[in-house]
């Protein structure tokens, strides 16, 4: 079998290790694929040239750029995805648990790229939450902001997805305009390396983004700042030890940490055998063990059911596992590969034999020589305690393999208790159809666990399962599990972004920030405004309509058109009784629509359609008698594609004593 020596990629140059180069084996044959190391890498250099390059290229960008980016680099995995399927049969993953890590990733940066372009503005710098007022008289007034972290991202990387592993790590990192280090883990690194290579010869990145350590990270820990970030997933003894680091400490470096869990899934106290939530929670619970090998750090290694179930969860789960067909991925009919490395296979097993001690095995040899060559295969090990409060080791000991212990619980409480003996975990899943149980759980439990997922017999077709992150959902845990988050949309990019609190004046926020604040100067123009392209207008840009008067005649119309005879409109005697009115009042909706009016611009032109309208308030009530004028203000503005964008609108609706009678954000798709 041909080996190949796996490359680095520093200051934008492929580099090979000078020496001390390490060999990495298939996990499937047990021969030598690769070699691999990072002797004579500066990382000092490396660290600089992504400060100074990397991060003022990315930074020069707009979020809709770098997201354009990110979708670029997802096409490209894709477009080679096969390469990388190949190479994957040598992870001990089958077609399916490749599918997880390749198609995955690159949909996590599909996802990155399609949140960034609709939730983040094409500028540089990002709006958090409203502005808040700071003086009397609205000339002084605050406004929280998100700007781009100025140093570099570290990501350290576990070996059991090597694919998705880095991707999910990158995509908010890039979107938020930071430059990134990859560390992959040795074992795997050949799959990632190749990922890696296919990302830079895209061509989109720019100079200095993405840089590659295919070994130790020698002293790069030595060199960080207040200004980087370091982005960990494995165990929780290497994360302990790094970030412990006295640079770490002393700088403030951003530590995020995805560690190993103990993570639970509860059979519900309904659930009982030939219920829908039974027969899913054993297909689950089988699944999680078999997929990839068990090796998914949100993989269920405590199964909980209630004490008169258990016999039945043992005999149902027994017969599922020994369905698995164990073998090389690349057999047509494999179900389960192997675990990554001979090496984690002797970890595992030792793991097995702690639990062992006190838990009994109940399906499943760990010590059954391997199916294929000298690979790192290992049967589905099932085990049971009947007595999980005296058996410690099933809530300490974490098996990173195709191992999970069942075990009884006595009542609701019992099983929330259990479940938090875990000390934190990424994931917990509760399979049952009682509301009360769910909710009771979410309360008792809900602050150990980074996501938990309630399955019943309605939502199982579509579920994506216990252990699958998802990019729009925070992907960590508190406790053992780290204490970290990674993705959760934009939530996500911000990890890599430093919140800012501004204050000055409206006009020189909406400037910095590249929208128009209340209180900042409005341009009126003779040209209407939906008249003019995106490109066209500019942020302030106001029109102030004519007034109308809304009559008596114009309330009871709207009452008896629409259906809505609410008693503040038409009956004058409880409207005055009301606390909040004087009399009958026109309807909120009659005001919009009467503002639609006001403002609108009909013929044919570069407003496309009406899209939304958000953050509606009804101030002052508007009675028969009154009249309406209307101030709609270009707000933000972002162009999308080729062909259309979006303008965001402030609407503010006046009565005759120029008192704001509504406000709201209109949204309208506009040509660009």
Excluded at 58 to 67: E, S, V
Excluded at 76 to 102: F, H, P, Q
Excluded at 578 to 602: N, Q
């Amino acid at each position: 079998m041909k080996t190949t020596t796996l490359l680095n990629y520093a200051q934008d140059q492929w580099y090979e290790a000078s020496s001390g180069l390490a060999e990495v084996q298939s996990a499937v044959s047990g021969d030598t694929i690769a070699v691999t190391g990072s002797e004579g890498l500066d990382f000092a250099a490396m660290l600089r040239h992504a400060r100074n390059v990397g991060g003022p290229a990315l930074r020069r960008m707009t979020f809709h750029q770098r997201a354009w980016m990110l979708k670029d680099l997802a096409n490209a995995v894709m477009a080679r995805k096969e390469e990388l399927y190949e190479l994957s049969y040598d992870t001990g993953a089958t077609r399916n648990d490749g599918w997880i890590d390749i198609e995955g990733g690159a949909g996590t940066l599909f996802s990155f790229s399609s949140k960034g372009r609709r939730e983040l503005p094409n500028g540089r710098v990002l709006v958090d939450g409203a502005m808040e007022p700071l003086s009397k008289g609205g000339t002084f007034v605050g406004q929280h902001v998100y700007t781009p972290l100025q140093g570099v991202a570290v990501h350290i990387n576990a070996f059991n997805f090597p694919v998705w592993g880095m991707l999910e790590k990158l995509g908010p990192t890039l979107l938020a305009g930071v430059p990134a280090i990859v560390k992959p883990a040795s074992a795997t690194g050949y799959l990632a390396e190749a990922a890696f290579r296919i990302m830079i010869e895209a061509g989109v990145l720019p100079p200095g983004a993405l840089q590659l350590v295919m070994g130790g990270v020698g002293d790069l820990f030595d060199h960080l700042t207040l200004q980087d970030v370091v982005s960990f997933t494995g165990s929780a003894q290497t994360a302990m030890k790094l970030q412990s680091h006295p640079v770490i400490a002393r700088e403030s470096v951003r530590f995020i940490a995805e560690r190993d869990s103990l993570n639970a899934s509860i059979l519900g106290p309904d659930a009982a055998p030939g219920t829908p939530e039974f027969d899913l929670f054993v297909k689950e619970v089988a699944r999680e063990m078999t997929v990839k090998a068990g090796q998914k750090c949100t993989a269920i290694r405590r199964a909980m059911a209630p004490a008169e179930h258990l016999d039945a969860l043992q005999a149902a789960l027994t017969e599922r596992l020994g369905k698995a067909r164990i073998g090389d991925p690349r057999e047509e009919g494999v179900t389960m590969g192997a675990l990554a490395s001979r090496s984690q296979l002797v970890g595992v097993r030792a793991a097995v034999a702690e639990l062992a001690k006190s838990a009994r095995i109940v399906a499943g040899d760990p010590e059954a020589p391997p199916v294929a060559g000298n690979g790192a295969f290992m049967a589905p090990v099932l085990l049971r305690t009947d007595d999980p409060w005296n058996t410690p080791a099933v809530h300490d000991v974490e098996a990173f393999g195709p191992v999970s212990t069942i075990m009884p619980y006595r009542d609701l409480d019992d099983a929330i208790a259990l479940a938090n003996r875990g000390m934190g975990s990424l994931a917990l899943s509760l399979f049952t159809f009682e509301p009360a149980v769910a909710e009771a759980f979410v309360l008792g439990s809900g602050a150990y666990h980074g996501r938990m997922m309630i399955l019943d017999r309605t939502s199982a077709k579509e579920s994506t399962g216990h252990g699958s992150p998802l990019p729009v959902l925070v992907h960590g845990g508190p406790g053992r599990a780290g204490g970290g988050e990674e993705m959760g949309g934009v939530r996500g990019v911000t990890h890599y972004m430093q919140r800012t609190a501004l204050q000055g004046s409206p006009a020189v926020l909406s400037s910095v920030v590249g929208q128009w604040l209340p209180g900042a100067p409005k341009v009126e123009g003779e040209v209407h405004p939906f008249r003019k392209r995106i490109s066209e207008l500019d942020i302030g840009y106001t029109l102030k309509t004519a007034s109308r008067a809304v009559t008596l005649e114009d309330i009871e119309h709207f009452a008896h058109f629409t259906g809505d005879t609410f008693y503040a409109h038409m009956d004058e005697e409880a409207a005055k009784a009301s606390p909040i009115f004087e009399g009958r009042v026109a309807h909120g909706y009659l005001i919009l629509s009467f503002a639609a009016g006001l403002f609108v611009e009909p013929s044919p032109g570069p407003v496309l359609a009406n899209t939304g309208l958000e953050n509606l308030r009804f101030q002052t009530p508007l009675y028969p008698g009154d009249s309406m004028r209307v101030e709609l203000t270009v707000k933000t503005k972002s162009v999308r594609d080729e062909e259309k964008g979006e303008v965001r609108w402030a609407v503010y609706v006046f009565n005759q004593k120029d008192e704001v009678v509504a406000t709201y954000d209109l949204l309208t798709m506009n040509r660009p």
